[in-house]
């Protein structure tokens, strides 16, 4: 039983700021990659920005130099500080993390999403 839980989504005006957490809890061993994806209305789920154990992250073009993704591996959490926010940035954001988990087969591991936080950029 995992499970990814994000919040600090909500209505912000364009220019402004919002911060997105997304804590991990349940039974796992450990996670390596933690993710955002975002998906707006009508259009499919696409990367938002992604880290790694190793300390390797990526972003996608549409938000460098505007968003930041950081990590807290004590605590299992993902942020996102998103900044400079335009209303093209509105959708429902989800955390994303490939965890190791015990299965009834074994050990195995698990690509967990969250439920999802929306963001709202208008005026």
């Known amino acids: 039983q995992v499970q990814l839980v994000e919040s600090g989504g909500g209505l912000v005006q364009p220019g402004g700021s919002l911060r997105l957490s997304c804590a991990a809890s349940?039974?796992?061993?450990?996670?390596?990659?933690m993710g955002w994806y975002r998906q707006a209305p009508g259009k499919e789920r696409e990367l938002v920005a992604t880290t790694f154990s190793d300390g390797s992250l990526n972003y996608a073009d549409s938000v460098k130099g505007r968003f930041t993704i950081s990590r807290d591996n004590a605590k299992n959490t993902v942020f996102l500080q998103m900044n400079s926010l335009k209303p093209e940035d509105t959708a429902v954001y989800y955390c994303?993390?490939?965890?190791?988990?015990?299965?009834?087969?074994?050990?195995?591991?698990?690509?967990?999403w969250g439920q999802g936080t929306l963001v709202t950029v208008s005026s």
């Open positions: 994303n993390a490939g965890m190791r988990v015990l299965t009834m087969t074994g050990a195995g591991w698990r690509e967990v």
């Open positions: 349940g039974s796992f061993f450990s996670i390596n990659g």
